[in-house]
């Protein structure tokens, strides 16, 4: 299946893209895509829903939320595509480099991404996102993760550098992922049904047009399953979480010279099966009170 939310930030509901291209509304099945919904087997009885024929037609939405709401964190991995890490400048790592990102940096896939004040470093990362469907805590093994596994969804970690880099007076990985809208995520959440092999799977960003990352997940130096399975022995893993699997090379930092975003830029990013997102960046010339 391929889950979505629809609608104006806030009032999003809950739906289904059907194989023939037609939305249905599931907000009879369930309020909403969130921790409870994974947690209580909600994809079996929405799957039974879409085959009953139960659930009515949507129109064509004005806006396409994030896939899931209630996002409890954000787990990303860090120099996880040898490429990537080249082009940095730094060493493979022997071991999952884990950085936590704030949840409520999530926003649709084709929703503006903002430029923090002062930011002269903001950097894209095309990802893979898996999302998680039930408590994962100490996995004896890899090959126990994928019972962990609600689906995949396509993601963008948007990163500011300055703020990030290590050797930068005042800069720490979280604060340079943080930002707010810097995690763009869906059209959909797939389930793993639709996915033959997420480790078999082409990942590209253009940004203004031009082709920026070309690679594929199966590049990655540690799979999806021994991350779901090493993350777990560290954190509990919970329902409605996302684990970010790492970005491949082709990051504006990592290009000679670098190159970074500004306001009016646009990236356009896929994964094969996920669908396609398109984002916008917007600049912020003063912080505004919540």
Known sequence: MRLLRVGRPGSEIPAVLLEDGSLRDASGVTPDYGPGFFAAGGPAALEAAVRSGGLPPLAEPDRIGAPLAGTGKIVCIARNYPAHAAEVKAALPTEPV????????????????????????TDWEAELGVV???????????????????????CNDVSEREYQQ?????????????????FPC???LVTPDEIADPQRLGIRLWVN??????ASTADMLFGVRHLIWYLSRYMTLEPGDIVSTGTPAGTGMGLKPPVYLAPGDT??????????ARQTCRSIDTLEDS
């Open 98 to 121: 884990v950085v936590l990102k704030a949840a409520n940096t999530l926003i649709g896939p084709n929703d503006d991404v903002l430029i923090p004040p002062g930011s002269t470093k």
């Open 132 to 154: 998680i469907g039930r408590t994962a805590r100490r996995l004896g093994g890899p090959a126990d993760a994928d019972a962990a596994i609600a689906g995949y969804v396509l």
């Open 166 to 182: 290590l050797g930068v007076p005042g800069a720490q990985w979280d604060k340079g992922k943080s930002c707010d809208t810097f």
């Open 186 to 188: 869906g059209p959909w």
């Open 209 to 214: 047009g031009e082709l920026r990352q070309d």
């Open 267 to 276: 990236m356009r990013l896929t994964i094969d099966g996920l669908g396609e």
